[in-house]
């Protein structure tokens, strides 16, 4: 059964980094575009980066182009979200997704997301 299971989420401080983690059975993770998506308190879903598949093309959120890198470890079964020098505004519960038909499209499956809350 294909599974999608976030960690690593929880309180930082501002200006600080967060690295969350996403634990992926079932699908070769390089076959697949893989994305974080997060969604704030209030806000509708939005997406903060995606790779497609095999990692040939990349995009990022302009909210977080610059501070953020998403990579992926096939052997480990593990995808993998860093973002630096956080901010208030990145409080959000943070989801992993994969998808089948690229990073233009919706994705297909999605964990069930880790907070994040960032604050002094």
């Known amino acids: 059964q294909l599974q999608l299971v976030e960690s690593g989420g929880g309180l930082v401080q501002p200006g600080g980094s967060l690295s969350l983690s996403c634990a992926a059975s079932?699908?070769?993770?390089?076959?697949?575009?893989i994305a974080w998506f997060r969604q704030a308190p209030g806000k509708e879903r939005e997406e903060v980066a995606c790779?497609?598949?095999?990692?040939?093309?990349?995009t990022a959120a302009d909210s977080v182009k610059g501070r953020v890198t998403l990579s992926r470890d096939t052997a480990n079964h593990t995808i993998y979200l860093q973002m630096n020098s956080l901010n208030p505004e990145d409080t959000a519960v943070y989801y992993c997704?994969?998808?089948?038909?690229?990073?233009?499209?919706?994705?297909?499956?999605w964990g069930k997301g880790t907070l994040v809350a960032v604050s002094s």
């Open positions: 997704a994969r998808g089948n038909m690229g990073c233009d499209y919706v994705m297909a499956y």
């Open positions: 079932e699908f070769n993770l390089n076959h697949y575009a």
């Open positions: 790779e497609s598949i095999s990692g040939r093309t990349g």
